[in-house]
């Protein structure tokens, strides 16, 4: 069939540039995620390597580069007053939120490049001040969208853009899972807005189907709807236990999202087109299946052999050594920021809002 | 498993009281959904025969009596006038929406119970009256919500009801289909308002996951938001060529809706509570298949030789038969228009509209 091309190349790294070099990196907070899976992918990558981890406290930074094998650790306060300044040469900061701007802030001064963890921040204030930074300092701000380096989100949009659907019409994208389940603690600062920003369940897993979709479609949400809910006593200082929302993108794609952090775990992207669909399912939690359906057609792929972090992290280095722009960009992220802030806007206001 | 019995038993007709008698239909509204998925259902039925085809021309009645073997025929005026009332016991109203309200009221005054197609009328106002004569009549007025019928949809019900999936969080339901490649007239009535109401896709197809969902929950939509808009100029007198609404059910179900008539064929409807996923899929168009997912656990099925009409109109017949009272009757078709015309006044104003 016409489109079995795109799935005989699954996997292809279409963006590699350069096989030489390797980019020294320092992580900031050592949480599960930047332990259990950035550190063990990392050790995947080519071009990539751990010299220094970093943690509030130089106790736990030195415990875990141990554990590790990592050579160097040290404390936030040390990294900002320069501390290692030679031992690494990109930052990738995957603290809470709110903390990722300070983080960004040294990194500019010190001419390193940033891999920043989504959301970018808690606030489209702060995400601009970072833009700003990294601007300032010319130095790389790359938001670490993984789903950008999946390949089947890759096909995803090469398949779009073939015409595999037709003209694409309406998207739906849903994003669950039990935090309390995953992080047997109601503290957790995902449920805490000082440290997550307007919520959680949209920022931490709507934003999946939300950017994955702008990445497939080459197009931005410019007018939104929501309506979040919190039950729970653990989501009594965040709005969205549960939500839902609704956006249309440039070009006139409708799309509906669901996303809740107390609930089975469930991830979906489907786009539908006036000639076929196209489905991940499942989609963002590490393991991504493609299928295309078109009439008396249907087809489906996943790249079992590839993790994802590994794949975001060469591709950062890639672009890192070639001196390449890196995408997503902070005005990506920063994009992003303000659909999650007008979302939550309208769920509070109970009105339509336009992004401009 | 624990939940292997409902799938043991996944097509019984739990809702069957009697096998006894015949109730006798006139079929009103003689497109190819009565023609050819009404009348060929009628037959396989156990309690229902077709014994009046009425158009509002009698030639075309007589034409298609004579083409299917029902014995008698007449024009619309004839049925309004008390025409072969003694060869009828039901009257089957499949016509255009805005056309129902008169054969309702005439049935009320022949004292013929009535099947009505969903949505029930064209506004809310007209449904009001409709329920009103009705009750004046003291006739069953049953809409025709086929899929309360059909088994995976009953199962489902069941499931959830036996906590499948623990308690029940969110919905996304997809109803698409290319109304154009369906039936090649872009002056067809489910484009022109005045014959289908406030609009074309949440009408005619998003109500089916919207309805499905109060079935399946036994809850009501009590807060809706949607965006809608036209694009392709057969589209140009309906505001909804592409609709994507969200709603807040009673008891705090957060639903995401998309609805088209100009995209390829595909339905959905998906249930994720707290341990698990319901999901129907296809859903809507005369096939319906589910599966359940939970921790470690999938099974799916479905009733592959029911025919969705001949239940609903066995269903539909046992009632009268048996004196029983009908489900959905006309008050809850007529909550179905109220939630559409919200959908419609929320995408007009941008403001959540909320159902009291």
Chains 1, 2 share one sequence.
């Not at 063990?40 to 094998?69: G, H, M, N, Q, W």
């Not at 040290?74 to 690494?88: K, N, R, T, V």
Request: a negative charge.
């Amino acid at each position: 069939m016409e489109f079995d091309d795109v799935f005989d190349s699954f996997a292809e790294r279409d963006w590699q540039t350069t096989t030489e070099g390797t980019v020294r990196f320092a992580l900031v907070g050592l949480g599960w995620w930047t332990v259990d899976e950035a550190i063990p992918a990392i050790r995947e990558t080519d071009l990539c390597e751990v010299s220094v981890l970093i943690s509030r406290s130089v106790e736990k930074a030195e415990r875990y580069a141990e554990e590790a094998d990592v050579p160097h650790a040290m404390s936030g306060d040390d990294f900002h007053d320069g501390a290692l300044a030679e031992q690494y040469d990109a930052v990738y900061i995957a603290t809470p939120n709110a903390y990722h701007r300070a983080y960004v802030e040294t990194a500019a001064d010190l001419d390193k490049a940033v891999l920043c963890e989504k959301p970018m921040a808690e606030s489209v204030e702060t995400a601009e001040a970072m833009v700003e930074a990294a601007e300032g300092g010319d130095v790389p701000l790359m938001v670490a969208y993984r789903m950008h380096t999946e390949p089947a989100v890759r096909r995803a949009r090469d398949l779009v853009q073939a015409g595999a659907i037709g003209e694409p019409v309406q998207v739906y994208g849903n994003n669950s899972q039990p935090i309390l389940s995953l992080i047997d603690d109601p503290n957790q600062w995902r449920l805490d807005p000082d440290a997550s920003g307007y919520g959680t369940s949209m920022m931490d897993l709507g934003i999946y189907p939300i950017n994955t979709a702008r990445f497939v479609l080459g197009a931005d949400p410019v007018r939104v709807q929501a309506q979040m809910a919190s039950y729970d006593e653990a989501f009594a200082d965040v709005p969205d236990e549960r939500s839902t929302a609704t956006a249309v993108y440039e070009g006139g794609v409708h799309a509906a999202f669901t996303a809740t952090q107390n609930a089975y775990d469930d991830t979906e992207l489907t786009i539908t087109g006036t000639e076929g669909k196209l489905t991940l399912s499942p989609a963002f939690h590490m393991e991504c299946r493609l299928e295309l359906d078109r009439e008396g057609y249907s087809v489906s792929a996943e790249a079992e052999d590839v993790n994802e972090m590994t794949e975001e992290f060469d591709y950062f280095a890639d672009r890192v050594l070639s001196d390449e722009p890196v995408y997503a960009d902070g005005e990506h992220g920063l994009y992003d920021m303000r659909v999650l802030a007008a979302l939550h806007e309208s769920a509070e206001s109970g009105e339509t809002v336009a992004l401009d």
